[in-house]
Nanobody
Framework: QVHLVESGGGLVQAGGSLRLSCAASERTFSSTTMGWFRQAPGKEREFVATISWRRGVTVYADSVKGRFTISRDSAKNTVYLQMSSLKPEDTAVYYC?????????????????WGQGTQVTVSS
């Protein structure tokens, strides 16, 4: 069982930056893939970014490419999402997720473990 705890959300003006963190329990193996998703009010949960734990291979949604960076610190069992040039449309609850497969996935139902979410609000 993997437990995930997100932090770092908040209120920021458009054009600003935030860094989200996701601390994972010790059971994080090299075959794990970590992902960030977000869900705005009235919308479905959507893929943001993913990273393979062992090799650090990253994939991004087109809407955040060039503005967001996903990374991991193996020593701390923590995944980060650095968000820059934030836009009002980035406003959502951001969720960290993990799956026990080495390949990336864009689909929420293919992830096994989820954090509780952290709110990000970007004002115009």
């Amino acid at each position: 069982q993997v437990h995930l705890v997100e932090s770092g959300g908040g209120l920021v003006q458009a054009g600003g930056s935030l860094r989200l963190s996701c601390a994972a329990s010790e059971r994080t193996f090299s075959s794990t893939t970590m992902g960030w998703f977000r869900q705005a009010p009235g919308k479905e949960r959507e893929f943001v970014a993913t990273i393979s734990w062992r090799r650090g291979v990253t994939v991004y949604a087109d809407s955040v490419k060039g503005r967001f960076t996903i990374s991991r610190d193996s020593a701390k069992n923590t995944v980060y999402l650095q968000m820059s040039s934030l836009k009002p449309e980035d406003t959502a609850v951001y969720y960290c997720a993990a799956r026990d497969y080495i390949t990336s996935s864009f689909y929420p139902h293919e992830y096994d473990y989820w954090g509780q979410g952290t709110q990000v609000t970007v004002s115009s």
